[in-house]
Antibody
Framework: QVQLQESGPGLVKSSETLSLTCGVS?????????WGWIRQPPGKGLEWIGS???????YYNPSLKSRVTISIDTSKNQFSLKVSSVTASDTAVYYC???????????????WGQGTLVTVSS | QSVLTQPPSVSGAPGQRVTISCTGS?????????VHWYQQLPGAAPKLLIY???NRPSGVPDRFSGSKSGASASLAISGLQAEDEADYYC???????????FGGGTRLTVL
């Protein structure tokens, strides 16, 4: 069974960098597929942050692109997210997820982590 | 403002059928990109409910069905049950934005 687990600080100070890691079990990420990050501010909807392929190709939400970096470490079977210069509007539950389709016409996420709340404090 | 438009809320009595719409444009659903649906129970992560417009992952009851026409898609839930009370999100890809887009979400209330 594929499982994803987010980890990282739950509290980040304004203007600093948010860093999260997603550990994957039950599947070797070097085998394929893309891996993504999605966030959900409290009481609001889902927002795609960006995704990375198993070969480390990245694509980001244009509204966040200047502040986001996603990387992958196949030796540790994990991928990571960094968001720089955070503000209160970056406070959200952050989810990592797997995108199983190789088709450019389909971008669903089939397995999700449980999510981790990151609060940006002033 | 979400790229994909969903009604904020829908409701129905147990046993009834409800539908949730998802309206996009020529750069996403209308361009032929697949639509996917997620169910998010309170306090839980989203769960893939429908993928590729109308396909159900293993374990999803056939009470849930998806369809697409033009630049819009719909999720139908028949035989409504109390456990279906949740938030539902549609998702696709937008070529103008070069990225994944979600609808704003619809809260389903079972009366």
């Amino acid at each position: 069974q594929v499982q994803l687990q987010e980890s990282g600080p739950g509290l980040v100070k304004s203007s600093e960098t948010l860093s999260l890691t997603c550990g994957v079990s039950g599947y070797s990420i070097r085998s394929g597929y893309d891996w993504g990050w999605i966030r959900q501010p409290p009481g609001k909807g889902l927002e795609w942050i960006g995704s990375i392929s198993h070969s480390a190709s990245t694509y980001y939400n244009p509204s966040l692109k200047s502040r986001v970096t996603i990387s992958i470490d196949t030796s540790k079977n994990q991928f990571s997210l960094k968001v720089s210069s955070v503000t209160a509007s970056d406070t959200a539950v952050y989810y990592c997820a797997r995108r199983p389709s190789s088709s450019s016409w389909s971008h669903e996420f089939d397995y999700w982590g449980q999510g981790t709340l990151v609060t940006v404090s002033s | 403002q979400s790229v994909l438009t969903q009604p904020p809320s829908v409701s129905g009595a147990p046993g009834q059928r409800v539908t949730i719409s998802c309206t996009g444009s020529s750069s996403n659903i209308g361009a032929g990109y697949d639509v996917h649906w997620y169910q998010q129970l309170p306090g839980a992560a989203p769960k893939l409910l429908i993928y590729g417009d109308s396909n159900r992952p293993s374990g999803v009851p056939d009470r849930f069905s998806g369809s697409k026409s033009g630049a819009s898609a719909s999720l139908a839930i028949s035989g409504l049950q109390a456990e279906d009370e949740a938030d539902y999100y549609c998702q696709s890809y937008d070529s103008s934005l070069s990225g994944v887009v979600f609808g704003g979400g619809t809260r389903l209330t079972v009366l």
